[in-house]
T-cell receptor
Framework: GENVEQHPSTLSVQEGDSAVIKCTYSDSASNYFPWYKQELGKRPQLIIDIRSNVGEKKDQRIAVTLNKTAKHFSLHITETQPEDSAVYFC????????????FGTGTQLKVEL | NAGVTQTPKFRVLKTGQSMTLLCAQDMNHEYMYWYRQDPGMGLRLIHYSVGEGTTAKGEVPDGYNVSRLKKQNFLLGLESAAPSQTSVYFCASNEQGVARYGYTFGSGTRLTVV
């Protein structure tokens, strides 16, 4: 079935360091991979996404890489700041119908001063 | 333009009671979804709709029913609430293809069943 695994579940970094969150997916036909950031008590917000015809995408301090052969994708945050502290979810769009996303289990990122 | 609005924001139910969660969107989106969020389990799809009058089961549909009588509204019903349904419920919508636009989420409904 459709499955997205996300690691680690918690991540603590010092301010200014980089953070990397990794996800793997089960369906080789998947073609769209968004990342969401959820602050405490708020709704998930799309921060970056990548499509299967691209290997890497950057937006200021965040980037996403995709390895279709290995079926995994990663979120990279550089020069982390306290406001980056949140839960991050990866997701994958499976082409089996329904136009829906399957989410990973989330990573709690804490940026320490 | 309010986006996706969920009602209510908070609710406490007793076991066995029923309730309906309302999701309304003003973006003329075709697709709507209900997810539940539990600690350590991410967002899991309950039911979804690909257009007015349609509904389909997601990953965790048991104990829930849905209706999409109007394009702008997607209702999630709990007929007999159980403590296992204590969760945060998010509604989301999408115009015509996740691969193009991703989801717009509502602000969530925090439900506690005692």
């Amino acid at each position: 079935g459709e499955n997205v695994e996300q690691h680690p579940s918690t991540l603590s970094v010092q301010e200014g360091d980089s953070a990397v969150i990794k996800c793997t997916y089960s369906d080789s036909a998947s073609n769209y991979f968004p990342w969401y950031k959820q602050e405490l008590g708020k709704r998930p917000q799309l921060i970056i996404d990548i499509r299967s015809n691209v290997g890497e995408k950057k937006d200021q301090r965040i980037a996403v890489t995709l390895n279709k052969t290995a079926k995994h994708f990663s979120l990279h945050i550089t020069e982390t700041q306290p406001e980056d502290s949140a839960v991050y979810f990866c997701a994958a769009y499976f082409t089996g119908g329904g136009n829906k996303l399957t989410f990973g289990t989330g990573t709690q990122l804490k940026v320490e001063l | 333009n309010a986006g996706v609005t969920q009602t209510p924001k908070f609710r406490v139910l007793k076991t066995g009671q029923s309730m309906t969660l309302l999701c309304a969107q003003d973006m003329n989106h075709e697709y709507m979804y209900w997810y539940r969020q539990d600690p350590g389990m991410g967002l899991r799809l309950i039911h979804y709709s690909v257009g007015e009058g349609t509904t389909a089961k997601g990953e965790v549909p048991d104990g829930y029913n849905v209706s999409r009588l109007k394009k702008q509204n997607f209702l999630l019903g709990l007929e007999s609430a159980a403590p296992s349904q204590t969760s945060v419920y998010f509604c989301a919508s999408n115009e015509q293809g996740v691969a193009r636009y991703g989801y717009t989420f509502g602000s969530g409904t925090r439900l506690t069943v005692v």
